[in-house]
């Protein structure tokens, strides 16, 4: 059955065409899709967190194109389990065009002298530390590849796996949109991937480490982000402006 995409912003002419050429694509598909074929979207780049879901994203792409850009945000302070599960995957899988990403010192020192701003202001912290320097490594590309998932929460429960970033005017993809915690769970054991050393402990998203907790029985695999206030989302990832329907 074909699809129709609505637009509700400003959606780039081409996108109903480009959404059609990979609509029927299985997931390793179009992750080769993605990082084969610069006709199709242009030069294109992950972006991984090497939280507790990482391992899949990058397994897949290492199974395809070991050597596509991607990139880690460090923004000083991830957990030092974080930082060695990095370097364990980046190792393990072969991947060898891992790039770590952050902010100048001195625009550290001049926006966040103390270091506090994540406890004052998290939005500012975050749009600072994650936000900036990704816009800026993401110059020379014309899409990003994300890991989130629908089932994360409710605020990620429209994804699509082909987005128009619309802050950053470019692609986003999301291969993994429409993939179960037991599809993960599934791909992991399979492929014998090694979990995030804080997996076992509860801590089903890894974020920084002041605005990360565990998460109970029952929870959202993101209710340990910023727990305890409104904030849901680092403001990387926005709602798209498209809504897909089925046509007869
Ligand atoms: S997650 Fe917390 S520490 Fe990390 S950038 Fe955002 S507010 Fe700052």
């Known amino acids: 059955m074909p699809l129709s995409v609505i637009p509700q912003g400003n959606l780039p002419a081409e996108f109903s065409q480009r959404y059609q050429a990979v ?40 199974s395809v194109a070991p050597d596509a850009p991607v990139l880690f945000i ?17 190792s393990q899988f072969g991947l060898s065009s891992v790039k770590t990403i952050q902010l100048d010192p001195l625009s550290e020192k001049r926006s966040d002298p103390s270091g506090k701003l994540h406890a004052i202001d998290p939005d500012a912290c975050c749009a600072l530390r994650k936000l900036s320097v990704l816009q800026r490594a993401l110059t020379p590309y014309s899409g990003w590849v994300a890991g989130q998932k629908r089932f994360h ?11 128009w970033d619309a802050d950053q005017s470019k692609w986003k993809f999301n291969p993994l949109a429409d993939w179960s915690a037991s599809d993960l769970m599934r791909y ?15 801590f089903t998203s890894i974020g920084c480490a002041p605005c990360t907790t565990a998460v109970g029985v029952g929870e959202d695999v993101r209710a340990g982000r910023w727990r305890g206030t409104q904030k849901r989302e680092c403001g990387l990832h926005r709602p798209a402006d498209l809504i897909v329907v089925s046509g007869s």
Do not use: K, N
């Open 188 to 202: 992991q054991t399979q492929h014998q991937l090694p979990a995030h050393p804080l997996a076992a402990a509860g």
């Open 153 to 163: 929460s409710h605020e990620r429960s429209r994804i699509d796996r082909l987005e």
């Open 74 to 90: 460090d923004t000083g302070f991830h957990f030092s389990e974080t930082l060695r599960y990095r370097d364990q995957l980046v």
């Open 23 to 62: 609509s029927g694509l299985s997931t390793i598909d179009f992750i080769e899709t993605l990082f084969g074929d610069e006709a199709l979207f242009g030069p294109v780049a992950a972006v991984s967190s090497f939280g507790a879901e990482s391992a899949v994203l990058l397994h897949l792409i290492a």
